[in-house]
Structure formats: C-alpha cells, structure tokens
C-alpha cells in the first residue's frame, strides 16, 4: 500500500474506496458512511490544491462520514496518482485548472451511475487550484446543490502577476475569470474560507468577488465568508494551521445543512 494510503486513518480506510472515475480516468478517494446499506447518500466532489493530493486531509473526510456525507476526493491533473513533474509549477497552474474543469462532469456521472450517491444531493469544493477549478465550473449551468471554497478566488484581476497567467492570453482569461461570469451563476448556498494574511492568493480578490456575488443574490443569507486572523499555516495560504479543526468544523456544519437538513 502506498504510504500515503497506509498513513490515512483505519476509520477512513475502512469506508474508502480508490476509483478511476470519468473518461479521464481521474484517481478518485470515495468514501461512504456504510457502503453495505446500498443507501444513496449525499456527496461533495472535492479538489486538492496544487502540489497536493487527494489523501492529504483525512480529518475533512472523516468530518463528512460521520455526518452522514459521502466524499469524492478527486487527485488534480498530473497530482497523486497522475503524477507530473511539469504539472508542479506554478506557470502550469492554469492548465491544471482547466483540465479539471473539463472531468469534473464526468465524475459527477460516474457516481450517479453507482447508485449509492444521492446526486441530487451532490455539493462541491476545493482549496487553491482546486478551489478555483470549481467556481470556473459553477459560472456555467450545473446542478450542484452547494459549493465550498478554502484558500482561492474568484476574481483573478489581483493574481496576475502570479506566473499561472503569465503568457496567457486576455482573451482566456477573460473567458474563464469567474468574475466576469456572475450572471451564468445560480443562486446556490456558498461558502468560502480564507486566511486574512494569505501570501499567495490576497484576500482582497476573494472579498470583492464574495461582495459582487452578495449583490447577486435574492437571498445573500445563503452566503458565507469565513475569514481567519493569523493560522500560522505556511504562507498563510492553506490548511489554516493552528486554526484547521476550527475550519473543518465550520466546513462540515455547512454541508451537513444544506446537504442534509
């Protein structure tokens, strides 16, 4: 067993399930709280930041099985078990993204066909790269019920000086930019978390692209902006440090609400 996998708790891996999803074939972590009941329960697709993998936060999963939540933690292209060196950079992050884009419905179809994931119930999330991957996705028609961010943006005006936009063109970065896109977006509850002190994504973007949204919706009670002091987590940029139970806690009480109750 590969150590990442030994590593996770027996809890988890006694509920997890690894699976090659969608015509990708991405390496997906599935957890199920009782895979022998046959019961279709609610679940979050859910992607990893760059230089990361799917394995690496047991502690959220573990969260959303005891809720009574299924999970499908998805490895981001050339991440985990699709490992690439050329992927790793900071200037390939777009590319990641905009793979990722491309598979996040196909994964969502492969667990409709299993039977024992509630899609109509199916929320979605990620944190950096993946966090972005998903706002890109829920700027176009969808039918996720919920959606979770950590650590991202959608307003990328304040990230291009970061090399994942730089030698890419206006144009496409103009197509992809959540920002420009709010009228595609459907009123779903939403919740984001960001440290105040992020070094690599500024919370000012996040700030002004969760206010735009607020704007947008009929009912802005359906948004959620979770911002952290200091978490002593490297860069400030991810994990939440000192801060990370706190953080999971919140994360999971949001899906357990609108996923749930």
């Not at 692209?209 to 979770?226: G, H, K, N, Q, V």
Request: charged share 25%.
């Amino acid at each position: 067993m590969i150590e990442r996998f030994a590593q996770m708790p027996s809890a988890l891996r006694s509920r997890g399930r690894w699976e090659r999803m969608g015509r990708a074939q991405a390496p997906c972590l599935l957890v199920h709280p009782d895979w022998e009941s046959g019961s279709a329960v609610p679940a979050v697709i859910w992607m990893h930041g760059r230089t990361a993998h799917k394995e690496l936060d047991p502690g959220r999963y573990l969260r959303w099985m005891r809720a009574g939540i299924g999970a499908c933690a998805v490895d981001l292209p050339g991440h985990g078990e699709r490992y690439d060196a050329s992927l790793q950079d900071g200037s390939r992050t777009l590319d990641v993204v905009m793979q990722m884009l491309e598979e996040i419905d196909d994964i969502a179809e492969a667990l409709r066909e299993m039977n024992v994931f509630d899609v109509q119930r199916l929320g979605i999330g990620g944190a950096s790269a993946g966090g972005m991957a998903a706002l890109v996705r829920l700027c176009r028609p969808h039918t996720f019920a919920c959606a979770c961010v950590e650590a991202t943006t959608g307003s990328w005006e304040r990230q291009l000086e970061r090399p994942m936009f730089r030698n890419v063109s206006h144009e496409l970065i103009e197509r992809l930019n959540p920002m420009k896109h709010l009228e595609s977006w459907r009123e779903i509850p939403f919740q984001a978390l960001h440290a105040k002190l992020d070094q690599w994504v500024a919370i000012e973007g996040q700030a002004e692209f969760m206010e735009a949204l607020r704007r947008r919706y009929r009912d802005p009670s359906l948004i959620e902006f979770i911002q952290f002091e200091q978490t002593g987590a490297p860069s400030e940029h991810i994990g939440f440090g000192k801060l990370a139970a706190q953080a999971k806690d919140r994360q999971r009480d949001f899906f357990r609400r609108w996923l749930i109750a």
